[in-house]
């Protein structure tokens, strides 16, 4: 059998298992097995466990389960709550700064947790109720803390940018600092939305109200004193402190990576004893736990993806379908924008992990010999899985806001985020058009460090 045959027979056999409802893991694990078996010499079946172990034995992915416990010790406590507060207290006289402080709270908070759910659960379980209270319509609070929580993929420590950092055999440090520029350019597109949002939805409150409707409580003012706005910082203070701390041993190389989210993880979790009391085996033991489960299923589902992949490589696959790509002669662009609409497609069905996993021995070979910069892609590519965390079907984040207000119909959820997929969309093309918002930083930085 032709190596095409046995692709597009690879392809199909992942496609049924994955509508099958398998987890993805087990579907991905799945389908290599039964390529070995079939394919490979009958010796390879005896080495999977050796073969899984070799592709995950990498220093850069101790990291994750580092960072997944700093983040769950963050986001377990009232961190996140109290950060959203302090940003409402400072916020509230700007037009929509409410959802300014949204925005910017899942912000900070992503660059502490490295998750996306985590900052959708944080932020989104103390931001949605206020907004509503304060007359925001459900899809458009919805939609703020879906689109905020996406930023936990691309600011750093992002546990996306660490496993393509090893797909793509890239600068787990220059991957970091080139995703700052980028994470910046989405959070003050968000807040300009944001804001444009609440004046029409302030607009048309006004106008009901002057045709003898009742008053919405999106006209209502509120006032903190100065005394109130520094109240809210000394609880919030200690966690900043913190990111800067990470940041600078991370970048300033004083630690590794897997050092710097150890020490990232034991200082969140002294912070936490100190700020919250939270010290004693039962206050620990949800936190450990949700560590212990969400690790579990991560490497797990790594460990799958990368045993999918060596099979794909073996059996010349990737290296074939690569080859494939490049004997199309695409111009450049058209090439990116052809690899980035099948990031989209994939994005519907699987999460980013997989993507990065299965896709990189395919995509990067061609993207680094029409002279892409393979760090300022994995910022490009990031921001589009960041659109598939809240577009149907997969659509986590969508999800976790459905979980936490229940009562916000799913299509007002969806209706809510379509406008911030568009936004990173305009992202895509900025950073295409000036990709020195990505490069500068790490360009900047490193080279000074040499």
Not at 285 to 297: D, F, G, H, K, V
Not at 410 to 436: H, K, N, R
Request: charged share 10%; net charge neutral.
């Amino acid at each position: 059998m032709s190596t095409a045959a046995i692709g597009f027979l690879y392809a199909g056999a992942t496609l049924g298992a994955m509508l099958s409802g398998i987890p993805i893991a087990f579907a991905l694990g799945f389908v290599a097995l039964a390529f070995m078996w079939v394919f490979m010499p009958a010796a390879s079946l005896d080495t999977v466990a050796q073969n899984v172990y070799e592709e995950m034995a990498s220093i850069t992915l101790l990291s994750i389960p580092l960072f997944i416990l700093k983040g769950a010790a963050i986001g377990r406590s009232r961190a996140g709550q109290d950060l959203y507060s302090a940003m409402h207290a400072w916020m509230h006289r700007i037009p929509g700064g409410l959802g300014i402080a949204n925005v910017f709270a899942c912000a900070l908070f992503a660059a502490m947790a490295g998750s996306s759910p985590a900052t959708c659960s944080a932020i989104g379980s103390a931001g949605i109720p206020e907004m509503r209270k304060r007359g925001y319509s459900p899809g458009f609070a919805a939609g703020i803390i879906a689109a905020g929580g996406t930023l936990g993929i691309l600011l750093p420590p992002s546990i996306t940018m660490i496993l393509y950092a090893v797909a793509a055999e890239q600068s787990l440090g220059r991957l970091f600092l080139a995703g700052i520029g980028p994470g910046i350019l989405l959070v003050i597109l968000f807040a300009l939305w944001a804001m444009y949002r609440f004046r029409s939805e302030y607009a048309d409150a006004k106008a009901a109200l002057e045709r003898g409707g009742p008053a919405s409580a999106i006209l209502a003012e509120e006032n903190y004193t100065m005394r109130e706005r520094f109240s809210t910082l000394p609880r919030v203070i200690p966690f900043v402190v913190l990111l800067t701390g990470v940041m600078v041993a991370l970048y300033g190389g004083y630690a590794t990576p897997s050092e710097t989210a150890g020490l990232g993880g034991l200082l969140a979790l002294g912070l936490i004893a100190v700020i919250y009391g939270v010290w004693k085996a039962k206050d620990l033991n949800p936190i450990l736990t949700a560590t212990l489960r969400e690790s579990t299923m991560l490497m797990l589902i790594i460990g799958m993806s990368l045993l999918y992949a060596y099979v794909m490589s073996y059996l010349h696959i990737s290296q074939s379908a690569a080859a494939a790509i490049v004997a199309m002669q695409l111009s450049p662009w058209v090439l990116l924008v052809t690899i980035l609409a099948l990031v989209i497609v994939l994005g519907f069905f699987l999460p980013p992990v997989s993507i990065i996993l299965m896709t990189a021995p395919i995509i990067l070979p061609p993207l680094k010999a029409a002279g892409f910069d393979l760090v300022w892609f994995g910022v490009v590519m990031t921001i589009t899985m960041e659109m598939g965390l809240i577009h149907p079907p997969v659509g986590l984040n969508i999800f976790v806001i459905k979980n936490i207000a229940p009562d916000i119909p799913l299509s007002d959820i969806i209706w809510g985020t379509l406008p911030f997929v568009i936004l990173m969309a305009v992202a895509i093309l900025i950073l295409c058009l000036v990709p020195g918002i990505a490069m500068w930083l790490p360009d900047l930085l490193l080279s000074q460090t040499r």
